[in-house]
């Protein structure tokens, strides 16, 4: 029972050009969601949160947007950068309970 | 941020031998620590929840007595493989969260078993 999903495997997009990542979740308890980039052989850094009481947050390049009733939340990057290049990952909690991971898109960042 | 070490990076073991990984929160006392595993290509699955101080609470499907989790203070908790099989191979990481309270987990580097 996968309850966080992303349903893209991979993802390429063009530098300077704005990268969308997106998520779905099916249990509406989930109260926080993260979104964490991680590259081969290393552990996940955390990017950027929202709470479920929100519908955007930003931070610099990153916007994180979550639409409840779809229960579908995106990461937004603009303009996208070489760096940016990783495996991304959204999560969900409840509670501050455990985080749920999505299976993870892998974003290519090409010049 | 926080800073969250592991080691070792990385582990190479023969079949039917045991492996100590460690996980230290280097600048703040983690009262929680999570242990996670990775196959390739695939989401990270969390395998158990480590209170400093009590017993770990292990997801369904994974075996205690084969996972050995300690939390033994604020800043460390170790996850032993017992009798390491070649299905075990794989990428363990650890996470940790602060105190204080919030959803954030901050992850070490991870540490590839591979077992022969």
């Known amino acids: 029972d996968q309850q966080v999903k992303q349903n893209s495997p991979s993802l390429s997009v063009q530098e300077g050009r704005i990268s969308i990542l997106n998520c779905d979740y099916t249990?509406?308890?989930?109260?926080?969601f993260l979104w964490y980039k991680k590259y081969p052989a290393e552990g996940p850094t955390f990017l950027i949160s929202?709470?479920?009481?929100?519908d955007k947050n930003e931070d610099g390049r990153f916007t994180v947007f979550l639409n409840k009733s779809a229960k579908h939340l995106s990461l937004h990057i603009v303009p996208s950068q070489p760096g940016d290049s990783a495996v991304y990952f959204c999560?969900?909690?409840?509670?501050?309970?455990?985080?749920?991971f999505g299976t993870g898109t892998r974003l290519q960042v090409f010049p | 941020g926080a800073v969250v070490s592991q080691h070792p990076s990385r582990v190479i073991c023969k079949s039917g031998t045991s492996v100590k990984i460690e996980c230290r929160s280097l600048?703040?006392?983690?009262?929680?620590m999570f242990w996670y595993r990775q196959f390739p290509k695939q989401s990270l699955m969390l395998m158990a929840t480590?209170?400093?101080?009590?017993?770990?609470?292990?997801e369904q499907g994974v075996e205690k007595d084969k996972f050995l989790i300690n939390h033994a203070s604020l800043t460390l908790s170790t996850l032993t493989v017992t009798s390491a099989h070649p299905e075990d191979s794989s990428f363990y990481i650890c996470?940790?969260?602060?105190?204080?309270?919030?959803?954030?987990?901050?992850f070490g580097p991870g540490t590839r078993l591979t077992v022969t």
């Open positions: 996470s940790a969260s602060r105190p204080t309270g919030g959803h954030e987990q901050y």
């Open positions: 249990n509406s308890m989930f109260d926080y």
């Open positions: 929202i709470s479920s009481i929100k």
């Open positions: 999560a969900a909690s409840r509670n501050t309970d455990k985080l749920i």
């Open positions: 600048d703040f006392q983690a009262t929680t």
């Open positions: 480590s209170n400093e101080g009590s017993k770990a609470t292990y």
